[in-house]
């Protein structure tokens, strides 16, 4: 089955402590990304990346790092997390980075004490 | 600056039709898409327009007017299963590559 998975789920941690938040995708897709969501604010993208080794900003990087180094990964690395990283995180995936469909994961529920 | 603009709420009854706009500015432009979010859900795909005119996929509708930078999704023949959120998404010029923007998406009630 096509799709994208992310792991944990959920996660609640306290501010300062590392983690990393999986993506995995199974369609052979060059094209991924990283969202948060907040109420009212919709999403927003955190990171992309066209291909392997090939990563970019989008409109609120601040905070995280993420790499690429297979095709088919794409985690997203909080070093120090505070409070204000609580949100609700997406990953997704598409064949390009041309238009059309995003497919996106289940999502990672994350909450910094 | 890059943005789009969508009313946050709209509400219809089942069987009506709805339309849902979007306004955007972008310093580039690839396309607009658009995504149904159920509550606690991911977003799901809907439709894309990469050129001037309408897309239909069975009840949903999109438009797209490049000169007008706006876009519309219709949903017809409302149905209970359409109360969701809506969010309309650009593709938009970036240093390395092309940045996926979405808007702050509009909230769908269907009542019978």
């Known amino acids: 089955e096509a799709q994208v998975t992310q792991n944990p789920r959920y996660l609640i941690t306290v501010t300062g402590k590392k983690l990393t938040v999986t993506c995995s995708q199974n369609?052979?897709?060059?094209?991924m990304s990283w969202y948060r969501q907040d109420p009212g604010l919709g999403l927003r993208q955190i990171y992309y990346?066209?291909?392997?080794?090939?990563?970019d900003k989008g409109d609120v990087p601040e905070g995280y790092k993420v790499s690429r180094k297979e095709k088919r990964n794409f985690p997203l690395i909080l070093e120090s997390p505070s409070p204000n990283q609580t949100s609700l995180y997406f990953c997704?995936?598409?064949?390009?980075?041309?238009?059309?469909?995003?497919?996106f994961g289940p999502g990672t529920r994350l909450t910094v004490l | 600056g890059q943005s789009l603009e969508q009313p946050s709420e709209v509400t219809a009854v089942e069987g009506a039709i709805v339309q849902i706009n979007c306004t955007y500015q972008?310093?580039?432009?690839?396309?607009l898409s658009w995504y149904q979010q159920h509550d606690g859900g991911a977003p799901t795909f809907l439709s894309y327009?990469?050129?001037?005119g309408l897309e239909e996929t069975g009840r949903f509708s999109s438009f797209l007017s490049r000169s007008d930078s706006y876009g519309y999704l219709l949903l017809q023949e409302l149905q209970m299963k359409d109360s969701a959120s809506y969010f309309c998404?650009?593709?938009?010029?970036?240093?390395?590559?092309?940045?996926?923007?979405f808007g702050k998406g509009t909230t769908l009630s269907v009542s019978s």
């Open positions: 327009n990469g050129l001037d």
């Open positions: 369609m052979n897709h060059e094209y």
């Open positions: 990346s066209m291909n392997v080794e090939v990563t």
């Open positions: 997704a995936s598409s064949l390009s980075s041309g238009g059309g469909e995003q497919f």
């Open positions: 998404a650009v593709r938009d010029a970036h240093q390395a590559g092309t940045a996926l923007i």
């Open positions: 972008t310093s580039g432009f690839y396309g």
